[in-house]
């Protein structure tokens, strides 16, 4: 009986593995209870590693080429099976092969804004967005610490992994660049190297290595985006109070118009004189609100007769300014010392 088993049983000459494509990055030769000829051969392509495994441990790692397998060129497993030079029996080893090519257009990109420090804003929570390329690089670690037993090891199940390592170093990317977030656009090739820089370290302990990475869009949440642009717009009259402020109301007479021309058709009195009611009263709100700001803002030579509480409405006012990021704690200093002058 142990004849015919004997008999039956194949053994493997040949050892090779051609990758179908479909993102493995490790494969486990079908063995199925077969035994490897000695002296039989092991064609490891280019972009691809092979490795033996001895019960559970890594024993020798091919590189590509045509590999004659005996005792001279299987020294670790030789040792690990205490063969001796005269062995030249078949023998079971479990194959793994790997691809170590290079895996391109994978995306990262962050799901919730990310707060970093800003040495424009202080701190900033950003979205940002690109991809990255990575490969095996030291199969056996990368058996050891990520793919194991299992007969087949694809890209998209390292995917998430990976992902969150790029996040996880964003913070560190965006110091280690020095860059404020208003140059991070202008510099997305800087931010990305400092990127790469960054988090090749944590890819490497899974042995892969990090082979490039891009930055393709930066940007802020939407409410601070706004206010961003506010600070834009202030810097665009030229730190002016009174004219940014005559800027913003007539930024919002619009919508209060809209308002007030709503509230008239509720009445009868919509269409077009509700719309001339809302637009008079926009204008009527701006022209007193730009007449109090300017009155606050003007230099304390001519401001005679203002009124103590004129002053403190203006300096609240101010005060949410600075709240909402829209003045520098500077500005807001400098302005309030100019108002306080008017009460002596």
Known sequence: MALMDFIKKQFIDILEWTESGDGTLAWRYPMAGNEIQYGGSLTVRESQMAV??????VADVFGPGMHKLTTQTLPVLTYLKNWDKLFQSPFKSDVYFFSTRQQLDRRWGTQQP???RDKDFGAVRLRAFGNYAFRVADAKLFHTEVSGTRERYTVDELDGQLRGLMLQHISDAVAASGLAFLDLAANQVEFAAQLKE???PSF???????EGVTLQNVSLPEELQKILDQKIGMGMVGGDM?????????QSI???????????GGGGGGGVIGDAMGLGAGVALGQVMAQQLSQGLQPAAAAAGVKPDEVMATIEKLGELKSKGILTEE????????LLKKLV
């Open 52 to 57: 033996f495994v001895n019960e559970g441990k």
């Open 114 to 116: 990310v707060t970093i």
């Open 198 to 200: 960054a988090t090749a």
């Open 204 to 210: 490497a302990k899974l042995g892969l290595a990090l």
């Open 242 to 250: 009174g004219k940014f402020m005559q800027y913003q109301t007539a």
């Open 254 to 264: 619009p919508k209060f118009a809209e308002g007030a021309a709503g509230a008239g």
């Open 331 to 338: 500005e807001f200093a400098a302005k309030k010392a100019e």
